[in-house]
């Protein structure tokens, strides 16, 4: 059973940091690049960080380049977004989900998000 289970959201104060987790069961984690979605009331989902499955190579949204960094741990099947500077317009619902292509196969996994809320 696939499983991806997002932790560490919360109330945070403009400026402050979070570090979300996000647990992978079910699937070989290490041949799927991971990211991080958010998703704020009334808009769409967005891309916010991903990472390649070997965690050699990143790339951020550009509304956080510079106060977030996506790092992957495949001894432990999790993959983290550490936050900073956290703004009022960070409050979202934060998903993470994996992904595998080979060729013409594509496999999608998400998890359930997390809620981040401003607490100002």
């Known amino acids: 059973q696939v499983q991806l289970v997002e932790s560490g959201g919360g109330l945070v104060q403009p400026g402050g940091s979070l570090r979300l987790s996000c647990a992978a069961s079910g699937f070989v984690f290490s041949r799927y690049a991971m990211s991080w979605y958010r998703q704020a009331p009334g808009k769409e989902r967005e891309l916010v960080a991903v990472i390649t499955s070997d965690g050699g190579s990143t790339n951020y949204a550009d509304s956080m380049k510079g106060r977030c960094t996506i790092s992957r741990d495949n001894a432990r099947n999790t993959v983290y977004l550490q936050m900073s500077s956290l703004k009022p317009e960070d409050t979202a619902v934060y998903y993470c989900?994996?992904?595998?292509?080979?060729?013409?196969?594509?496999?999608?996994?998400w998890g359930q998000g997390t809620q981040v809320t401003d607490s100002s």
């Open positions: 989900k994996a992904e595998y292509v080979l060729v013409n196969f594509r496999r999608i996994h």
